[in-house]
């Protein structure tokens, strides 16, 4: 079993709380846990005040299922202003016996990230595209424990916005948490997606309650991903107005009926709506987001044949997969997360997370929880001078 990880997604329509591991190709959950809507302040990022109050009740609900052991910290980022710029690092090996080893790949990234660097951008994470050995050999994955004298690593680096990095860092830090990975919420959600057989290149869909993202992946390569403010809760409203009746009830029949507008009876609802007319009216109030995924194809050129993976408390929608399929005129594939603890379909990200944070190249946990545990020892009154 490997070490205990907790992942914290930062998301408005609810912080969202996995802690688990990763054993033998699969991820197994011990706490899994969403909490209420946080507004947003004037720069368009969660409240800090609201957001702390609701992280500090997750952070004592899990800790009280896991005996007080949270493991280390990954913290998953709105992708605000999120751009990829591919760089290529060199290290020569510092292992006396000239095996390449985790120390040689810190050495890589850290020259990527010096090139890679923008004015008001951050670097939080480095996905590697392809390793190469001093005889110029090519790994897929990590050659941890290869004799090599050099190691090169090419690597897409994640930047976003660094205003919007550093209002999440202070909230963490203003939380006792030191952060051992920074990765943003849609690129985790791919990453647990290719661990199954996925696509080679799709793009991403995770419609959520006041909000969605989609990203494409080409290759397995994570390009581009767009945060749209327009979310489940906004297409109900806009049903309801449509077919004059309230919000509660208009959304009552998108959960029992979704898009289907024949229920192999004849149903009508106490406002004499029929499903016909509910249908159509979740159409016209979803039509939206459509169009944003539409102009999404079209800004990146994307071909007829490129499906879309959807996933999120949005894929839940009866027949919504349809809809979607019959608008964009492409494939529409329904993704269910396959995890022990937890298959509800909003703490994908978390699930990619943890992924993650079980590749080879990343820095030991162990090295991170003793780093993590004197730093808290230092804030103590006990370990300051």
Known sequence: MDSIVTT?????????????????????????????????????????????????????????????????????????????????????????????????????????????????????????????????????????????????????????????????EQILQDMGLTVYLNLIAPFSGTVFINSFEAPLSYVALDVEKDHFYMSYVSKKRFLFTENIRYGISDGVHAASQILKISEKNTNEALNLFGFSDNAGFDYQSDEKKTLKDFSNAFKSGFDPLVKEISRFINDHSLLQDTPIVFFGLGSDIELMDKYLSDSLKRPVYIFSAKVIGSRSKVFVDGLGAIKVSSFNYQEPKYGARRKADEEELKNTSFGRN
Do not use: W
Request: a negative charge; charged letters at 25%.
């Open 8 to 168: 914290i997604e930062f998301a408005s329509s609810g912080i969202r709380l996995v802690s688990g591991y990763y054993f033998h190709g699969k991820v197994y959950v011990l706490a899994a846990l969403e909490g209420d809507n946080i507004p947003l302040d004037a720069d368009g990022l969660m409240d800090t005040k609201a957001t702390e109050q609701s992280l500090a009740l997750l952070l004592s609900t899990a800790k009280k299922s896991l005996k007080n052991d949270l493991g280390v910290i990954i913290s998953l980022l709105p992708p605000d202003g999120f751009l990829v710029k591919q760089g290529q690092g060199r290290s020569t090996t510092v292992d006396p016996a000239s095996r390449i080893t985790q120390i040689d790949y810190a050495n890589c990234i850290s020259m990527i990230n010096k090139d890679v660097k923008m004015e008001g951008k951050k670097v939080i994470y480095d996905d590697p595209v392809l390793f190469t050995d001093d005889n110029k050999r090519d790994f897929q994955s990590f050659p941890m424990g290869i004799q090599s004298d050099q190691l090169n690593v090419l690597a897409d680096a994640h930047l976003i916005s660094k205003d919007s990095f550093l209002h999440y």
